[in-house]
């Protein structure tokens, strides 16, 4: 077989590949599809410009060509960097194809320096995605498919590398019919078939993610809405913690936020919320359950709260609201809650009842207080 017909058989592949991510999924920019799909079309370039190069402008194609090929290995590094939410090497990423391109053209009469510098640079861009992809991969799939595709394909790179390096007389050139080249290429072209389908399957996992999350959470305090914080306290109660008795349940209700959103507008209200949602979970243990039960009204549900830590607690919540809304906004906010320690057997609804009562009797002695039922405090 012709060496060239695997790489344009390559080329075909990649270009098809591209056209079907935005196809079939559409590109969000800045997405970590988009940069694979860079990432195939500088496949494709670079093939295409290595191919050119054997037919004219050879120094110049070439050149052209491993750039193109190592922007394509950068590309992928960047796939992996959104799609793992890692900040992204930026400079690194634009040196190695320019520093390549230029070293390039400079050693391009010498053939087994060219080939062994491109190889170099290019195997350890690709090294260096598979890295960061299957370092923790842990369960999923899609990194591991990634990971382990890019792994082999920057081996093979490298040990071409190493050859011409080592033993340059059993390797001829790229375009050569050598066993290494067929191999490099068939697994070049496995591997991005591959890397496509788990980018697909990392997607599919983002867009997952995202529906959960629209599904649980409010959106303007990044609290867990009404529906999940009920199923996830119902649980919670029925597994332990109200059995055990030191399962606190709290209501709380900012004070006057009618008069915040008629006087200072709805946006300043809004922000209020926000404050409240950041002072919450700023002030709670990750094994509390907060959410926004609707409007001002916030419900917690306090694990293992011993009769001392609830009080400290509550003094830290009325003041922590009242100082960063004076520091962000210039007024104070305090707020009215009611708060009942479940009771072994109770259910979440009469408990949310309870808690409720307490806290209309907050609101009705005058609020910015915490009232609650024997045994809390
Ligand atoms: N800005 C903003 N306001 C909201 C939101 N949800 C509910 N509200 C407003 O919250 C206000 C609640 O008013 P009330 O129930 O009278 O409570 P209050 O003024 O705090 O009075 P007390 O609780 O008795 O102190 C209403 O004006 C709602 O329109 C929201 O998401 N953003």
């Known amino acids: ?27 969000r920019a800045r997405s970590g599809l988009q940069a694979w799909q860079f990432m195939l079309l500088g496949q494709a370039a670079g093939f295409g410009l290595l191919i050119g190069a054997t ?22 590094v960047l796939t992996a960097c959104r799609f793992l939410g890692l900040p992204v090497p930026r400079r690194a990423l634009l040196a190695a194809p320019l520093a390549l391109g230029l070293v390039h053209a400079f050693v391009f009469w010498h053939q087994g320096l060219s080939t062994a510098v491109t ?20 369960r999923l799939r899609w990194r591991w498919l990634c990971g382990v595709a890019s792994a082999a394909n920057a081996l093979l790179i490298l040990g071409r590398a190493a050859l011409v390096l080592g033993w340059p007389e059993t390797y001829p050139r790229f375009i050569a019919p050598h066993p290494l080249n ?40 990044g609290l867990l809405n009404r529906r999940e914080w009920m199923q996830r306290a119902a649980r919670a109660l029925g597994a332990s913690g109200a059995s055990e008795g030191d399962t606190v349940l709290l209501m709380l209700d900012l004070d006057h936020f009618k008069c ?7 946006p300043v209200g809004d922000e209020v919320l ?46 922590a609201l009242t100082k960063r809304c004076e520091a962000s906004l210039g007024f104070a906010v305090d707020f009215s ?41």
């Open 260 to 266: 915040i959103n008629d006087e200072r507008g709805h």
């Open 119 to 138: 190889n170099l640079v290019i195997g350890v861009q690709i090294l260096w995605a598979s890295w960061l992809l299957l370092r923790g991969a842990g």
């Open 55 to 76: 037919l004219t402008l050879p120094r110049l194609l070439a050149t052209l060509g491993v750039m193109a090929l190592s922007a394509s290995a950068s590309a992928m």
């Open 182 to 221: 067929f191999a490099s290429l068939m697994l070049l072209n496995a591997s991005l078939v591959l890397g496509t389908m788990g980018f697909l399957l990392a997607h599919r996992d983002e867009a997952e993610q995202a529906l959960v999350r629209l599904a649980s959470l409010d959106p303007l305090t």
């Open 1 to 27: 077989m012709h060496v060239i017909t695997l790489l344009v058989a390559v080329l075909v592949n990649a270009l098809l590949m591209s056209l079907a991510l935005v196809v079939s999924v559409g590109i």
């Open 337 to 377: 809650a009611g708060a009942v320690r479940v009771q072994p057997g109770e259910t979440l609804a009469a408990a949310i009842k309870r808690a409720d009562d307490q806290l209309y009797r907050a609101k009705h002695a005058g609020r910015g207080r915490t009232l609650c039922t024997d045994g809390v405090l």
């Open 274 to 319: 926000k404050i409240a949602g950041e002072v919450l979970r700023g002030e709670l243990r990750a094994s509390d359950l907060v959410g926004r039960y609707g409007g001002e009204e916030f419900c917690l549900l306090l694990r293992h709260c011993e009769p001392g830590a609830f009080g400290r607690l509550d003094a830290r919540l009325h003041m």
